[in-house]
C-alpha cells in the first residue's frame, strides 16, 4: 500500500517479480496509480495492460494489439503530435514476441469454442476525447491497429523516467461504422 492508498499486489510472472495495480478507466485515476506505484515500487519495466477499440481492417474482439508505437490524437481531425510518442525498447518487443509465439498467453474458456484470438504488433493511438472519427484516422494513418483512452496518463507519467513501458491492449469491441463513434 502506498502513503496515498493505492493497492498493489507484489508477486511472480514468468520468472519476473512483478506488481499489479488497478486503477479503473480515466485519465486523473490512472495518473494518480501510475505515480504512485513507480514513485514506490520504482519499476525497470511497466506492462500496461488494458482495452481498446480496432480499427484496422483483421483485427477483431478479443484480439490483442502490442504497442510498437504509441502516438497522442491531438484532436478528431486525425493529427498527432509527436512530442508525446512512446515506442518500447527492442527487448521489451522481443519478449512480446516470443511470448506471442510459445502458445503459454492463452488459455481457451472450456465448454466454449471460440476462435483463438490472434496477437497484432502495431501502433495504437491515445486520446482524452470521448469521440472518435474512425473514417479520418484511417486517412491520416491506415498503421494504427488500435484507439484507447488510458495509455496518455501512463505515458506522460513515465515521460521522464528511465521505466520502459509496454503497452498492450485486448481489443473490446471494433469500430466499423462510419463517421463518429463513441467507444
Same mark, same amino acid.
Given at each position: 500500500?502506498?502513503?496515498?492508498?493505492?493497492?498493489?499486489?507484489?508477486?511472480?510472472?514468468?520468472?519476473?517479480?512483478?506488481?499489479?495495480?488497478?486503477?479503473?478507466?480515466?485519465?486523473?485515476?490512472?495518473?494518480?496509480?501510475?505515480?504512485?506505484?513507480? =514513485?514506490?515500487?520504482?519499476?525497470?519495466?511497466?506492462?500496461?495492460?488494458?482495452?481498446?477499440?480496432?480499427?484496422?481492417?483483421?483485427?477483431?474482439?478479443?484480439?490483442?494489439?502490442?504497442?510498437?508505437?504509441? =502516438?497522442?490524437?491531438?484532436?478528431?481531425?486525425?493529427?498527432?503530435?509527436?512530442?508525446?510518442?512512446?515506442?518500447?525498447?527492442?527487448?521489451?518487443?522481443?519478449?512480446?514476441?516470443?511470448?506471442?509465439?510459445?502458445?503459454?498467453?492463452?488459455?481457451?474458456?472450456?465448454?466454449?469454442?471460440?476462435?483463438?484470438?490472434?496477437?497484432?504488433?502495431?501502433?495504437?493511438?491515445?486520446?482524452?476525447?470521448?469521440?472518435?472519427?474512425?473514417?479520418?484516422?484511417?486517412?491520416?494513418?491506415?498503421?494504427?491497429?488500435?484507439?484507447?483512452?488510458?495509455?496518455?496518463?501512463?505515458?506522460?507519467?513515465?515521460?521522464?523516467?528511465?521505466?520502459?513501458?509496454?503497452?498492450?491492449?485486448?481489443?473490446?469491441?471494433?469500430?466499423?461504422?462510419?463517421?463518429?463513434?463513441?467507444?
Amino acid at each position: 500500500v502506498t502513503n496515498r492508498g493505492t493497492i498493489y499486489e507484489l508477486g511472480l510472472f514468468l520468472g519476473w517479480e512483478v506488481a499489479i495495480a488497478q486503477a479503473g478507466r480515466g485519465g486523473p485515476a490512472m495518473t494518480l496509480v501510475a505515480n504512485e506505484v513507480v =514513485d514506490h515500487v520504482h519499476p525497470e519495466v511497466v506492462l500496461f495492460v488494458g482495452v481498446a477499440v480496432g480499427v484496422h481492417d483483421g483485427i477483431h474482439a478479443r484480439d490483442v494489439v502490442v504497442a510498437t508505437k504509441i =502516438d497522442l490524437l491531438a484532436n478528431q481531425r486525425g493529427s498527432r503530435r509527436s512530442r508525446l510518442t512512446m515506442q518500447p525498447t527492442h527487448r521489451l518487443l522481443q519478449r512480446a514476441r516470443f511470448e506471442a509465439t510459445n502458445g503459454r498467453w492463452y488459455r481457451p474458456p472450456p465448454n466454449l469454442e471460440v476462435r483463438e484470438p490472434m496477437v497484432f504488433f502495431g501502433r495504437i493511438l491515445t486520446t482524452t476525447n470521448l469521440i472518435v472519427n474512425r473514417d479520418q484516422i484511417q486517412t491520416a494513418d491506415p498503421d494504427v491497429f488500435a484507439i484507447d483512452w488510458d495509455s496518455f496518463s501512463v505515458l506522460s507519467t513515465l515521460q521522464s523516467s528511465k521505466t520502459e513501458l509496454l503497452v498492450i491492449r485486448g481489443i473490446g469491441a471494433r469500430s466499423d461504422a462510419p463517421g463518429d463513434t463513441q467507444v
